[in-house]
């Protein structure tokens, strides 16, 4: 923000596209800002990946290793393997092999590497697969509600509107689902894809049990529509039994694979991809595959992922010998524990309180609190200035109505001192709303 | 492109964005294809920098170089610069501090940091400027004509109309931006900026003199656009009197400045930035700096610039005391000689030949021939096939009608040797296709 404008305004802001005021960017920026002034203040906002397993010699590491297994792995020569690194490159990506094999390897998903496309992020991930799927106004998507506000902004971003599903008990209301998908073809709309992540999810920390993930496969093949799987948290899980992502389930390639190595690998290196194997046919009658389709767009929108950054994923995956579940233990282990901590908190420190309640994910890196007061950005500044703790309010992550009463604590940055020390601070905060609410 | 589609298609094509199947993308596609098809042609076509000074030792460098520098140089601490690299990290970038001292330093524009946005490349910076200014389908941009594909792809993704501006014999026909603007305006379009490389462009390899980059800053105060200012080739000069950019021009605020370290540095960073200096006000009074406003949609499309990658560049600016001047020098002298070498060639092999001319560029990457025959992917099959030599027909680069006989040579990648029997093949070429026409 400037202050006074001497000269007049060089651009109306309503000459910019509309996503620009768009709310959930409004949100995002208020808890960024409130973050900024509180920096002593415990928060629970943030759902970076813990930090302290970060290592720089590590980095060049596996930049190392990955021009290692250019060169004995891909027969390169050195000049090869350093030109891969450097240069422009394949517009899909080249660890796209390596990618492959760590989804066989610890996601049960056999694709073939030519269905990926390596992506700045998720994000470009999620952002390729919209701009593809929307061919016109009518298109739509669907996204299960409460949702990630990734997803609902690339979609602003391409004037393609987001149908909200409700969650109900199960995660997914399979009946509104498929109520919301007639009633918006019935209203002349084209639905093409429902979003959701259906293993621990960002924010709601909900998984999707066995018989979900198989009815709703059998729906969007009913319904003909996609289903956007997006998994950044799945190696987070509890050590028994994890169940099997939509995309192993999926035979009738229902399913757009959406991946991330921010949380699994490095943040700093913005890599991720999506598995899109689907076939398209032209009306001349000739075929491709869908990720041929969304590299194009990539072209004109980042040309390709950063080859020095796709090393360094390529190097961890190297080194992991095509797993990255031996690396991720540490930080597994870790999050498990943290988990543990702040439901032992929560139960130590409102366990008492009827109308506190809370869910209990078993993996991940969130907890939805239901409280008894409205989760307002109000209620969040004086939960800072006044107790020094920091949460995000569910609001933010509805389209509509929805989340007017929770709140998402995040704990994958937070050590347990700083998880014994919020959840004191967040009770306070709960009893002093209670007090000025009553 | 899949045989046959055993079970049918998974989705239609025509139900995919029309960006999809625009010319642009199938011209590029067959140039890539035929390149792969005569791997031993000499290939005047790849626009991709020399690689002989690619040195992997000095990428580790230039990571430790951009750490140090935020310890000493920022006094940040050890944990603090590593989580610089790693996590995830300002939605604006990290090395705008030293991107603005090296504008100051190189190029004689004197910009505040805050009004840069770091990107994946300079094809991203575009794209979010574009999606930025297209609030409607009353929209349109400009773009002086032959034009980069990276642009036109990128207007095409966002359904924003590209007008093209007539090249004229400055780089640019006066007259023809500023009727186009008018035309626009009573046909109800809202011409919003206009396109151009003003040093030795891509693809013409024409430069803009000082007058004409004065008369186009008065034209945009005068009509109200902007101009878009993409500069990648600048660095590459023949050493004598450098023209300053429009940026350095700009007293108004009318110049959004597109910058690539591609060329400059490793195109394998993929990062480039835009200098957004403008203010935005909106309807409530309060006002933004545009790069602000661009800011918000990075965080939807790739949330933020790989900060490993910008460790790249940022320590190739750290080390070279923040100008790329002295880093480029024997770049600059390489690419200068293959010019040199080119413009030679072809008068020793088609001086006295009256009907084939070509420009002469003092500078960057491209030369244009002009030939007396139609320049389409048959005669440029056959110059692969009989004479094994590539190149690129420059009406790739038209909107419309335009460049049908003419054809582009690019001389960045090449050895003495291949451009010498490279050009000698291209005689021998046009002889032949003369002798098809006669």
């Keep these: 923000m400037l202050g006074e404008l001497e000269t007049g305004p060089d651009l109306a802001a309503d000459l910019l596209h509309g996503s620009l005021g768009d709310p959930s960017l409004t949100s995002m920026n208020f808890l960024n800002e409130i973050t900024g002034r509180y920096p002593d203040a415990v928060s629970f906002a943030p759902g970076r990946p813990y930090e302290g397993f970060f290592d720089r010699a590590s980095l060049h590491d596996d930049i190392e290793a990955f021009h290692e297994y250019l060169r004995t792995g891909t027969g390169a020569s050195e000049a090869e393997a350093d030109r891969a690194l450097f240069q422009y490159g394949r517009t899909k990506g080249i660890v796209h092999g390596l990618i492959a094999a760590q989804l066989r390897a610890d996601e049960g998903i056999d694709v073939d590497p030519e269905s990926i496309v390596v992506t700045v992020g998720c994000q470009e991930a999620m952002f390729l697969t919209l701009r593809a799927l929307r061919a016109d106004e009518r298109d739509v998507v669907l996204s299960l509600s409460p949702m990630y506000v990734g997803f609902t902004g690339a979609a602003r971003l391409l004037d393609l509107p987001v149908l909200p599903v409700s969650g109900g008990t199960t995660g997914v209301d399979l009946d509104d689902l498929r109520e919301t998908v007639r009633r918006a ?156 901590r702040v439901l ?75 998880i014994d020390e919020g959840l004191s601070r967040l009770a306070a905060f709960l009893a002093a709303e209670d007090d000025r609410t009553a």
């Design 185 to 340: 073809r019935a209203a002349g709309r084209r639905p093409r894809a429902c979003y959701m992540m259906p293993d621990f999810a960002n924010p709601s920390g909900l998984s999707l049990d066995l018989p979900t993930r198989r009815a709703l496969l059998e729906l969007a093949e009913g319904e003909n529509i996609l289903l956007l799987e997006d998994n950044p948290y799945g190696m987070f899980h509890d050590g028994y039994g994890r169940l099997p992502t939509l995309k192993a389930l999926d035979t009738a390639r229902r399913v757009v694979y959406l991946g991330s190595f921010a949380k699994t690998v490095l943040p700093g290196a913005r890599v991720g991809y999506v598995v899109a194997d689907q076939r398209v046919r032209a009306a001349d009658g000739t075929g491709s595959l869908f990720a041929d389709e969304l590299a194009k767009i990539k072209s004109m929108v980042s040309v390709n992922t950063s080859p020095v950054a796709q090393a360094v994923i390529g190097g961890a995956l190297v080194r992991g010998g095509g797993s990255l579940a031996a690396r991720n233990e540490p930080l597994r282990a870790r999050y498990q524990r943290n988990l543990a």
């Design 344 to 418: 032992a908190g929560l139960q130590r420190h409102l366990g008492d309180r009827t109308d506190v309640t809370w869910n209990a994910p078993t993996g991940g890196f969130f907890v939805v609190v239901e409280v008894g007061f409205p989760v307002t950005n109000e209620a969040l500044e004086r939960s800072a200035r006044e107790f020094g703790v920091l949460w995000t309010p569910m609001a933010y992550f509805y389209v509509g109505d929805g989340g007017r009463r929770h709140l998402r604590l995040s704990f994958s940055l937070l050590t347990d001192e700083q």
